[in-house]
């Protein structure tokens, strides 16, 4: 295997980050051990092994979302459910970020590098144009809630299967459920999908430019809902982004319609 291959290698199974400043020279032979440092009596400790992800389906994260009655009850049960491997391999949970009581809900797929080292969603490059975006039409992050369909970033920055989907949508269900929020923005095919399981394997070119009803449990009616591009797709294909503006110009006019109203405190 070539130098390039094993690195290509590396980055699929997420070990995409130096953790020394300097690259470790492992051809040479390694070091003995002084026979000081070991005695007999005194056998060398083994690390603990790390707690392994329980199996758990859709049902039990249902339950466990249903039992939540506040974001914060919802966070601790993201924080303690073993159902979803993601959980282990990422650094933390990316939880959501923005006012509790938004209006105006952004959905996106899952965290990235960036957003798994601080636990913040949509901060990278990608964040940094949605911040643009919605600049463009007097929107910024005071004023919405920004959520991952995962919460949990996929090793390499893979996008997240199906199983794994299907597992964190409860607690997806539910985050908008406790919002009650009056509209719904989802940035890509997964978050899209997610939300509007009717539109099968559709792509987003087809889903995007047109508010879709979209069923979220525990809500009486459903919640009008608008597929965009991801920022990320619009950063590796700039041709996309004239499509993307035409549903910003939807969402503005939504914004500037009747049916728009931000709580007053």
Same mark, same amino acid.
């Given at each position: ?10 980055? @699929? ?10 690259? !470790? =020279? ?18 060398? &400790? ?14 039990? &994260?249902?339950? &466990?979302? &249903? ?25 933390? +949970? ?7 009581? %938004? ?5 996106? @797929? ?5 957003? =798994? ?8 490059? %990608?964040?940094? +144009? ?38 964190? +949508?409860?607690? #997806? /269900?539910? /985050? ?15 978050? *899209?999908? %997610? ?11 087809? +889903? ?10 525990? #809500? ?18 700039? *041709?996309?982004?004239? @499509?993307?503006? !035409?549903?910003? #110009? ?5 914004? @500037?319609?009747?049916?728009? /109203?931000?709580?007053?405190?």
């Amino acid at each position: 295997m070539d130098v390039l291959a094993a690195l290509r290698l590396q980055y @699929e199974w997420g070990a995409d980050e130096a953790l020394l400043d300097a690259p !470790q =020279d492992r051809r040479g032979a390694t070091p003995a051990i002084p026979p000081a440092t070991l005695s007999p009596a005194t056998p060398p &400790a083994r690390p603990s092994p790390r707690p392994a992800a329980l199996p758990g389906g859709p049902a039990e &994260a249902a339950r &466990a979302a &249903a039992a939540c009655h506040s974001l914060d009850e919802l966070k601790a049960a993201l924080d303690g459910f073993t159902g979803c491997a993601l959980r282990d391999t990422a650094t933390q +949970l990316v939880f959501a970020e923005g006012p509790e009581d %938004a209006r105006l809900v952004i959905i996106g @797929e899952a965290p990235g590098a960036e957003e =798994d080292r601080a636990g913040r969603p949509f901060i990278g490059a %990608a964040g940094q +144009l949605l911040d643009r975006m919605l600049g463009s039409i007097g929107l910024d992050r005071r004023r919405v809630r920004i959520i991952n369909t995962v919460p949990w970033r996929p090793p390499g920055n893979r996008a997240p299967s199906e199983s794994e989907i299907a597992l964190c +949508l409860p607690f #997806l /269900h539910r /985050h908008i459920a406790l919002i009650r929020p009056q509209r719904l923005v989802t940035l890509g095919a997964i978050a *899209t999908r %997610a939300l509007l399981p009717e539109a099968g394997n559709q792509g987003i070119r087809r +889903l995007r430019g047109a508010w879709r009803p979209a069923t979220i449990q525990d #809500l009486d009616s459903p919640l009008f809902c608008l597929p965009s591009y991801h920022p990320a797709y619009l950063l590796r294909t700039p *041709t996309a982004k004239p @499509e993307s503006w !035409q549903d910003l #110009l939807l969402l503005r006019e939504w914004l @500037e319609s009747g049916d728009y /109203h931000e709580n007053v405190i």
